[in-house]
């Protein structure tokens, strides 16, 4: 099984595909085998690195408070540990607040960015619809279930992120995809953090917090794949 030492966990990554390395970061409360479908349409073009954060799937889940920045450190000494000086990457929800802060950290090595159902911070009302959201979603069944400890630390992480402050900084290029129905991040929050990081791209989806697994997957591969060229 394909496992790495990284910081204070074992993390568990699959890498499929050929061509540009591509990095897929993954949202609250899932790990990859949810993300099947995504991955192996993305190992068409790419060579897809793609994990399973602390505290979900195989990865190890220390039962200690959790940051985004924790788990963007655990993203960058995957990368690192598998040779991977540069990648596109791609996050998602909890993902997006991961490759945000990677991207700030490490700029050198995200060639792309692209940014899917996140923000920059969150709102008071947040926790409780995206814990409703997750509760209900057919893509949260995993062969691999989350401890709800677990599933907490991550949530607190998410919950108490904000780089609102430093998206001045970003100069890498990116595209940001949100549903404009999306009631776990606001569709507000992403024109907020599109207005924020210079010269990047926006779509729309008529959607919400998962439109790329609904009507408009299609749509939404499309757009990443024109974007990465």
């Known amino acids: ?31 990859i085998s949810e993300w099947d479908v995504i991955i192996r349409w993305l190992a068409n073009k790419y060579q897809v690195l793609a994990f399973d954060n602390r505290g979900a799937g195989r990865t190890d889940k220390p039962d200690i408070p959790y940051s985004i920045e924790m788990m963007a450190e655990d993203s960058a000494e995957l990368m690192q540990a598998l040779g991977m000086k540069q990648a596109h990457v791609l996050g998602i929800s909890m993902g997006g607040r991961v490759a945000l802060t990677l991207a700030l950290r490490y700029p050198e090595r995200v060639k792309k960015l692209v940014l899917v159902s996140t923000s920059a911070r969150i709102i008071k009302s947040w926790r409780r619809h995206f814990y409703g959201i997750l509760s209900g ?25 904000n780089c609102t402050g430093k998206l001045h900084e970003l100069h890498i290029p990116t595209l940001i995809m949100h549903g404009k129905k999306d009631k776990s991040a606001p569709y ?42």
């Open 137 to 161: 979603a057919p893509i949260f069944k995993s062969k691999y279930p989350q401890p709800h400890y677990a599933f907490m630390r991550q949530l607190q992480a998410s919950a108490t992120y």
């Open 188 to 229: 507000a929050l992403a024109e907020e953090m599109h207005a924020g990081i210079e010269g990047s791209k926006m779509l729309t989806f008529a959607g919400g917090h998962i439109f790329f697994l609904m009507r408009e997957r299609q749509q939404f591969l499309d757009a990443s794949a024109e974007f990465l060229q």
């Open 1 to 31: 099984m394909p496992y790495v030492r990284v910081n204070d966990i074992q993390m568990y990554y699959e890498l499929q595909g050929e061509g540009e390395p591509l990095t897929l970061i993954v949202g609250l409360g899932t790990d």
